[in-house]
């Protein structure tokens, strides 16, 4: 059974930064894609960035310099780096598979969320 589990998440002032954690389970990392999605207050779930086995990263509709994703195969663990947090960062953070079948075929986590505020 494909599962992910994400930490990581907190309060944070504007500026600041966070590095969230995705523990995949059932799912090879330096295989397949895994993605970061976030979904806002009253907002559909949107990807930040997903990255592919062979390490090839696919962006969302977010500020690139910001964010950073990587991966340790190894632990089968993906990483979010999320530099210059802005309020409008305030979200649900997910990881889930990079691949919209696989994600349709399985169930999202509980994510982690961030929140930004002073």
């Known amino acids: 059974q494909v599962r992910f589990v994400e930490s990581g998440g907190g309060l944070v002032q504007p500026g600041g930064s966070l590095r969230l954690s995705c523990q995949a389970s059932g799912y090879i990392t330096s295989v397949y894609a895994v993605g970061w999605y976030r979904q806002a207050p009253g907002k559909e779930r949107a990807l930040v960035v997903s990255i592919s086995g062979w390490d090839e990263k696919v962006y969302g509709d977010v500020e690139k310099d910001r964010f950073t994703i990587t991966k340790d195969n190894a632990e089968n663990t993906v990483y979010l780096q999320i530099d210059d947090l802005k309020p409008k960062g305030t979200a649900i953070y997910c990881c889930?598979?990079?691949?919209?079948?696989?994600?349709?075929?399985?169930?999202w986590g509980q994510g982690t969320q961030v929140t930004v505020s002073s």
């Open positions: 889930n598979s990079g691949d919209s079948v696989v994600r349709a075929l399985g169930s």
